[in-house]
């Protein structure tokens, strides 16, 4: 199936000041729409047009590192829009997610840190996570395109910390462009949601 850009969930303008309509513009109509238009190029021909993306992610990794990065990149962003939301963040979070958070990392005290040091220390670019690992929540992060469907856990919130997701609103100071996604941005709703589709 062709990859297609879905458009944002909210308008260019709505992050702000935490993510700027400058920053939501380049990052959406130019690099994910860049991973979209590679990825349907390297599609062809590579005998997984018929599959779902998660399945292109899964089976071209390790094999297929052109469609491999562009796809993975385009699962990344798809869902990396919706787990942003205007007024999100906080640790006002829906019940289930409360009650593993506090079970399997400790509070939202220890989740926050655990978060914003995978991607403070994610060394060059990529992503830092929250999983469901073998019915546990993990924090974790990956390099590149990379996600956590190639290990066998399910994504349940994802940031991007390519600088392409914060330079120009935050310029070198990741953290600061991650204390800020944890604190205003997240939509924990979307999280619940992908939590109750796997568990
Ligand atoms: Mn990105």
Redesign the pocket.
């Known amino acids: 199936m062709a990859f297609d850009l879905p458009e944002l969930p909210y308008a260019y303008d709505a992050l702000g000041p935490y993510m700027s309509a400058e920053t939501l513009e380049f ?1 959406h109509d130019k ?2 729409q860049a991973y979209v238009t590679n990825g349907n190029k390297l599609l062809e021909g590579s005998g997984l047009e018929g599959a779902s993306l998660e399945e292109v992610v899964t089976k071209s990794f390790g094999n297929n590192a052109g469609l491999f990065n562009n796809a993975g ?1 385009h699962y990344n ?1 798809v869902h ?1 829009w919706n787990w942003m939301k205007p007024n999100g963040g906080g640790d006002k979070l829906p019940a289930s997610i409360e009650a593993k958070i506090n079970e399997d990392l400790g509070g939202f005290a220890a989740f926050k840190d655990a978060f914003t040091n995978a991607g403070a220390t994610q060394f060059g670019s990529g992503w830092c996570w929250l999983v469901l690992k073998d019915g546990k929540f993990a924090v974790t992060k990956t390099p590149n395109g990379e996600n956590p469907l190639v290990n066998g856990e399910v994504p349940l919130l994802g940031c ?1 910390v ?1 600088e ?2 914060y330079y120009i609103d935050y310029r070198n100071a990741r953290p600061k462009y991650l204390e800020a996604f944890v604190d205003n941005l997240i939509n924990w709703e979307y999280v619940e949601g992908l939590y109750d589709a796997a568990k």
Do not use: A, I, L, V
């Open positions: 990052h690099h994910h990149q962003h990396f991007d390519w392409h997701s």
